[in-house]
């Protein structure tokens, strides 16, 4: 079986809440290094269509929501530990 984390071991992952300076980070680092960007919320809807349960149960989960029901599930008894650990997961 195939390791993802090994095949995914050049890959940078760059996260954090709206407005945290994700792209700005990005876009240096292309510049700088001749990076790849691919930001995933661009495509998003994408992923989805191409998601499956057995794949990806997390997003198979959280996809029904809006972005609006998912970022505010704090205020609908989910705890922050359990909503850190599902935005990865999501990703």
Known sequence: MVNLAQQLSYVYWIGGSPC???TS???MLVNEYGFTYYKSDDLY??????????QHP???RLKVLSWTQYWSRRFCS???EQQVQESIALY
């Open 45 to 54: 809807d994408e992923h989805l269509l191409k998601n499956n349960w057995e």
């Open 78 to 80: 989910v705890p922050v």
């Open 25 to 27: 980070i990005a876009r």
């Open 20 to 22: 945290a300076g994700k």
């Open 58 to 60: 997390n997003m198979s």
